[in-house]
C-alpha cells in the first residue's frame, strides 16, 4: 500500500519570501511522484513531476522539487513567491505498477502575505 | 485545445432529483476520470474510463452511475443522491491511464 503524508495544512508565506511544501511518502513498491496545484475555484494542474533520472525537478511558475528516496520525500521549494501562488498544493504517487491509482496527500494550503 | 470543460459549474439538486454531469475534452485523450472532492481534501477516484471503456469502479454507490457516450465525452448521472454526497466532482483526462492528468474546474454539487 502507498501513503503520502503533507505535514504542513497551511504555510503562511510573505510576498518575495522563499517556501518549501514538504511532503512524505511510504510505499513497498517504486512510485513516480508528483506535485499538482489547485486554485480557488479550479480543477488540478500538474505542477511537474519526477519520474526518474535526475533528482531534482523543475516546474511550472518557477518551482521545484527534489527527490530524495533514502527519506522518501519530495519536498517543493520555490526561491521568491508571489502573491498568485496562493492555492492548496497536492503531493502525489503512483506506483509504477498501477497506471490509473494516483494517490493524492491531504493538501497544503499556501497562503501569501503582502 | 488542452481544456477538459464541465459543466454546469454549479448545481443544486434535491434528493429525489435525477441530474447529469458532463464533461468533454478534445485532446484526443483515451482515458477519462471522475473524482469527488470534499472541502479541505483531496480528491478521491471515483471512475475511471479507458477507450470507452469502463476500468476502475472504485466501490462507489450505483445512485452515481458513469456514461463515456464517445471518446471526447464523460457523463455522470446522479439520481436519489444524499447530503453527504455534496461536493466538487472532477473530471479529468489523459492521453493513457499512466500519462498525466488533465483536470476540468468541476462542478460544485450541493444536495438538499
Known amino acids: 500500500a502507498q501513503s503520502v503524508t503533507q505535514l504542513d495544512s497551511q504555510v503562511p508565506v510573505f510576498e518575495e519570501a522563499p517556501v518549501e511544501l514538504r511532503c512524505n511518502y511510504s510505499s513497498s513498491v517504486s512510485v513516480y511522484l508528483f506535485w499538482y496545484v489547485q486554485y480557488p475555484n479550479q480543477g488540478l494542474q500538474l505542477l511537474l513531476k519526477?519520474?526518474?533520472?535526475?533528482?531534482l525537478v523543475k516546474g511550472i511558475n518557477g518551482f521545484e522539487a527534489e527527490f530524495n528516496k533514502s527519506q522518501t520525500s519530495f519536498h517543493l521549494r520555490k526561491p521568491s513567491v508571489h502573491i498568485s501562488d496562493t492555492a492548496e498544493y497536492f503531493c502525489a504517487v503512483r506506483p509504477y505498477s498501477s497506471a490509473s491509482k494516483i494517490i493524492f496527500g491531504s493538501g497544503t494550503r499556501l497562503s501569501i502575505r503582502p | 485545445d488542452t481544456e477538459v470543460t464541465q459543466t454546469p459549474k454549479h448545481l443544486v439538486m434535491g434528493m429525489t432529483n435525477k441530474k447529469s454531469l458532463k464533461c468533454e475534452q478534445h485532446m484526443g485523450h483515451r482515458a477519462m476520470y471522475w473524482y469527488k472532492q470534499k472541502a479541505k481534501k483531496p480528491p478521491e477516484l471515483m471512475f475511471v474510463?479507458?477507450?470507452?471503456?469502463?476500468?476502475i469502479n472504485e466501490s462507489v454507490p450505483s445512485r452515481f452511475s458513469p456514461e463515456c457516450p464517445n471518446s471526447s465525452l464523460l457523463n455522470l448521472h446522479l439520481h436519489a443522491l444524499q447530503p453527504e454526497d455534496s461536493a466538487l466532482y472532477l473530471c479529468a483526462s489523459s492521453q493513457a491511464t499512466n500519462e498525466k492528468l488533465f483536470f476540468g474546474s468541476g462542478t460544485q454539487l450541493s444536495v438538499l
Open positions: 519526477y519520474l526518474s533520472g535526475s533528482t
Open positions: 474510463y479507458s477507450y470507452e471503456k469502463l476500468s
